[in-house]
């Protein structure tokens, strides 16, 4: 007696959605075995009917029609791998609302108006897994939710760019500048022509957004980031970094201070010593602190079809098991409700260069300018002679608004020439 297959509607056949198609028809057999059912692709949402595909796909399955795809009474499940904010949430509730369950890869949607989506999936009984939308083929938002689910998670760091962590990368083994790394980047396929989302740091926002949400059990949206982008990090960043054996990434951070959600995005240095500091080229990886387990740390491809495919097929297993066995998993969890903690308010750390005046008092004046907004100093030199002098501090840890005062009032003081880089400093401990 033949099984009952269970459909499955893909929107979107770009540079994912075509290997999800690849997968779906090369793991048929496999796929079968581990959901209890066969599988089955019963339709393909695209723009354009004649583009050219990565893998070839029947012309039956393909149509332009994604609202009608997505409320066909046969469909089980809703594969969303388009992104973008419209059409995919007005196709995504539909679906929800049509009985089908959805699996996504979507991170924009989901950093923007998560609940919304979350709250159709409770109202409907129906699934909404994302395990794509973060990190490519990493497994990291499944032990948050899941497998960490016992534990109290107080912190998550993380590389979640790949284009960034490239460009970075190479400023720092070959001493190229930001343009001519973010061309090679863009020469290989691993920035965008328009690479604002990646170097302006939205994407590892959205990300962030995500990861703060499941680590805390509490609604954060990509509003809640504080964010900064790496477009005006300098090769003489990338040397103050090294001269402190430190290298500069873009980092992802979401912690708990105080039973409140801090989320950041920016560049800052890290120590060689630290983990993340040896993640090399587009690869992404996240490192998470908790009570009882410690830290973990999770590595590999950030992106990318095939990784991102990978990720996407694994929850469509998961939630085809639950729809063949009439249940649904793990929902959105944001019982907590904690306070989001204003940038101000967070406790990091700075690494400041000034060119100053090469005078006598310099140093105690520069000194001073710390003191007065109670931000304590770790590590100070000075760098040069004369009119090439230059003072570089290291603070320990203090509220950014303090620190962010105590560049402003450096920057109004005679004896300094130019506040020449402003970075923070994290991963070391005090």
């Known amino acids: 007696m033949s ?53 070839e796909v029947a012309p039956e399955l393909l149509t332009t029609d994604a609202e009608a795809l ?118 290989l396929g691993f920035a965008e022509a328009d690479p604002t989302a990646d170097v302006e740091g939205f994407d590892a926002a959205a990300k962030a957004a995500i990861l703060a949400s499941l680590a805390f059990h509490t609604r954060v949206t990509v509003g809640d980031v504080h964010r900064e982008g790496i477009s005006e990090v300098t090769a003489a960043d990338i040397a103050s970094a090294r001269d402190m054996d430190a290298v500069v990434k873009l980092l992802a951070i979401a912690e708990l201070r105080d039973d409140q959600v801090a989320v950041r995005v920016h560049p800052a240095m890290i120590p060689r010593s630290h983990p993340l500091a040896s993640v090399r080229e587009a690869y992404n990886a996240v490192f998470v602190e908790s ?59 700075y690494h400041v260069a000034i060119d100053v005046q090469d005078r006598a008092g310099v140093l105690a004046a520069v000194a001073q300018a710390f003191a007065d907004n109670d931000v304590s100093i770790q590590i100070v030199r000075q760098e040069g002679r004369g009119d090439e002098a230059q003072l570089v501090v290291v603070s320990h840890q203090a509220t950014d608004a303090q620190l962010s005062a105590t560049v402003e009032q450096l920057r109004g003081m005679e004896i300094v020439r130019e506040v020449t880089s402003v970075m923070r400093v994290e991963g070391e401990s005090e």
């Open 3 to 55: 099984k009952k297959s269970l459909k499955v509607a893909l929107l979107g056949c770009g540079s994912v959605g075509s290997q999800v198609v690849r997968l779906l028809t090369e793991q048929a057999g496999d796929l079968e075995a581990r959901v209890g059912a066969p599988v089955e692709l019963v339709g393909v949402a695209v723009r354009r009917l004649d583009a050219p595909r990565e893998v």
């Open 291 to 349: 009570e009882a387990a410690g830290q973990l740390m999770f590595y590999g491809p950030g992106a990318g079809g095939s990784p991102t495919a990978s990720a996407v097929l694994g929850d469509l297993v998961t939630v085809a098991r639950n729809r063949l066995h009439d249940t649904t998993g793990v929902g959105e969890s944001a019982y907590a409700e904690r306070e989001i903690l204003p940038m101000g308010q967070t406790v990091t750390r």
């Open 70 to 187: 997505v409320s066909r009474a046969d469909v089980d499940v809703v594969v969303e791998v388009i992104g973008g904010i419209e059409p995919a949430r007005t196709l995504i509730l539909a679906a929800l609302a049509n009985g089908a369950s959805v699996v996504t890869a979507n991170k924009a949607l989901l950093a923007e108006d998560g609940p919304t989506l979350f709250e159709a999936a409770a109202k409907a009984e129906r699934d909404l897994y994302y395990e794509a939308a973060v990190a490519g083929a990493i497994p990291i938002l499944r032990p948050l939710r899941e497998s960490l689910a016992g534990d109290r998670v107080t912190r998550v760091l993380g590389i979640v760019n790949g284009t960034t962590n490239f460009i970075l990368d190479k400023m720092d083994t070959s001493g190229a500048g930001f343009t001519d790394a973010l061309e090679e980047a863009q020469e």
